[in-house]
């Protein structure tokens, strides 16, 4: 198209003469901009310290407990009984953390069958087989099961889930604390985090991986299997991993319906302790602070701690791997 030489064009004053150095930004200084950048970087610096803060003391008071002549690292490791309590001049005396790790370990496998498989199908029925109206209807009332109190879900474990056990496999059979009705009632509360962040991961997969499977005859349920799950690994493992976390640090259900017996054992139906249902025992028992059973909480949380750290690192680096940008 040609100009019509008739038509006046007015150019801006600024593209003819522009500022110095060539920028486009105006020259009146933007102090609220700067007062808001100012406030975030003090939000972050807080958030940083607050976690060393918390870090630091946490393995401050650890240290102390190992610091005791009763008390080596080695035996804490090793001891197969976890008897804090008392003098430790007693032969009674007992502190190896491998009961309480047992404990945790078992409860948060049997609540990781009953989520994983769960959480995925209900996942793959949000994103590729339910219409959008009814997905946001599902979707939203599935969130709505992470924000029932966790100590509600714990007398539900005691009073329901235990009798029903007992019920189906016997009452000499099931202990009325037992690691299979916290570690079920456990798996029902990650569930909906492993199903609303994998949910999220499979919707991002590319509408046209979908339409080119379907182009060369695939079936909806090879496609949710062979391509989209696959597409959206990184994100469903970061789910589970992150659903393994809360799992571990869960506190009230355990303590309420696994009991407070710290057994090396692997029978789900038997009473156990966790490390979170330790702590809360100490707490309850008053033990005066700098007393060694005050120390056991803090060495306890640390392991707790780095167990917990040891998931999400691991978490980072398999995401990191196998992420796939579209």
């Known amino acids: 198209m040609s100009a019509n030489p008739d038509v006046a064009t007015t150019v801006p004053e600024a593209a003819v003469h522009p500022r110095p150095g060539g920028s486009l930004r105006p020259s009146r200084p933007r102090h609220g901009e700067r007062l808001v950048m100012a406030l975030l ?24 407990f190992f610091r005791n002549p009763f008390v080596s690292f080695r035996g804490f490791l090793t001891d197969t009984a976890w008897r804090p309590f008392g003098d430790p001049e007693l032969e009674a005396f007992r502190y190896g953390i491998l009961p309480l790790l047992n404990g945790t370990l078992l ?6 069958v009953i989520a994983v498989p769960l959480g995925l199908a209900s996942a793959a029925y ?6 959008p109206r009814v997905r946001g209807v599902l979707k939203p009332t599935l969130e709505v099961l992470a924000g ?38 456990m798996g029902i509360m990650i569930t909906p985090t492993v199903a609303s962040l994998s949910e999220d991961a499979m919707s991002a997969v590319p509408r046209m991986l979908r339409e080119g499977a379907y182009g060369l005859g695939a079936s909806k349920r090879h496609v949710v299997l062979r391509i989209v799950m696959p597409a959206a690994v990184s994100g469903i493992v ?48 008053e033990a005066p602070r700098g007393s060694l059973t005050y120390q056991s909480i803090f060495a306890v949380g640390a392991v707790l701690f780095v167990v917990t750290f040891v998931l999400n690192v691991i978490a980072q680096a398999f995401v990191r791997r196998y992420r796939q940008e579209y």
């Open 126 to 131: 949000l994103s590729e087989y339910a219409s």
């Open 238 to 285: 970061a789910a589970i991993i992150l659903a393994i976390g809360r799992a571990i640090g869960e506190t009230m259900i355990v303590a309420v319906a696994a009991g407070n017996l710290p057994t090396l054992t692997l029978s789900p139906f038997s009473q156990i302790q966790t490390m979170t249902a330790y702590i809360v025992q100490a707490v309850q028992g």
């Open 41 to 64: 970087a003090l939000c972050g610096l807080v958030s940083i310290l607050t976690t060393v803060g918390i870090v630091v003391v946490l393995f401050v008071d650890a240290a102390a």
């Open 148 to 185: 029932v109190p966790t100590i509600v879900l714990g007398y539900f474990a005691l009073t329901f889930m235990t009798p029903l056990l007992r019920a189906i496999f016997g009452i000499e059979v099931v202990n009325i604390f037992n690691a299979a009705s916290a570690g079920i009632v």
């Open 107 to 112: 409860v948060t496998a049997i609540a990781v």
